[in-house]
């Protein structure tokens, strides 16, 4: 035992631990922790064990291209269905559009 940590020489300890994505938790998983840096790692296994869950919770294929299109005169961006089903959008939504950067966007539900 006593194994240490790769990136800061910390001491590692094993803890089950919340495994979240987009902010919905998967479950909580063995994985060991720098006692130090705070740094998680999940065995293999335990990491297959995730992507199932993530799968079946619908957290899986999220992150997608979107291509920017023509409708008529305006231009649209067309996102895919496992997302929009994800955020529970519904034709005719209100999203408000923000740019954070020239390569960066951020879109919020009207709420
Ligand atoms: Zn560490």
Do not use: Q
């Amino acid at each position: 035992m006593g194994r240490v940590c790769e990136e800061c020489g910390g001491r590692v300890i094993r803890r089950k631990v919340r495994f979240s994505l987009y902010g919905e938790t998967v479950g909580l998983y063995p994985a060991e922790v720098c006692s130090r840096c705070g740094e998680e790692v999940f065995s293999e296994e335990t990491a297959m064990d995730i992507n199932a869950e993530a799968k079946r919770k619908g957290l899986w294929g999220l992150e997608a291209k979107a291509r920017v299109t023509r409708v008529g005169t305006s231009v649209a961006v067309v996102i895919n269905k496992r997302l929009v089903k994800f955020l529970g959008l519904r034709l005719g939504d209100d999203l408000y559009i923000r740019p954070e950067s020239r390569h960066r966007i951020v879109m919020d539900r009207d709420s």
